[in-house]
């Protein structure tokens, strides 16, 4: 069954290396925590907060060499109580995971996206 993961994560500064490291690092932990392999994904969508323009996160999957999953990058919407500087990841993937098993990934500030998920929540940054 194809399943959607959930990721976010947070960059201090507007800086292209960071929004990779940072995308790198969401990445291999939503496909660990999952074990989800690259291809077993479908697709990747990422998006940017309003205040992020350094690079395209997507380029992340590319420096993992996932260099066949198809990805996009799209911005957030800029409601006045957004996150600040984040990333976030719907990855589109074949899994045997139920729906309550999948295991969501949110790191550093972007914790507080997804509180409501407890335990669920990688409590990581």
């Known amino acids: 069954m194809i399943r959607g993961f959930r990721g976010a994560t947070t960059v201090e500064h507007d800086s292209a290396e960071e929004i990779l490291e940072c995308t790198e690092e969401l990445l291999l932990e939503m496909s660990r925590s999952n074990a989800i392999d690259p291809d077993d994904m479908a ?22 060499g996932w260099q066949y999953v198809p990805v996009i990058c799209m911005r957030e919407l800029d409601v006045p109580h957004g996150l600040e500087k984040t990333v976030r990841v719907l990855m589109l993937a074949e899994t045997a995971l139920t729906q309550r098993e ?6 550093r500030r972007a914790v507080t996206l997804r509180e409501d998920l407890g335990s669920d929540v990688s409590p990581r940054g």
């Not at 999948?102 to 790191?107: E, F, G, I, K, S």
């Open 102 to 107: 999948v295991q969501h990934v949110y790191l």
């Open 43 to 64: 697709s990747i969508c990422f998006t940017l907060s309003p205040d992020l323009h350094a690079t395209f996160p997507a380029e992340g999957a590319r420096r993992l």
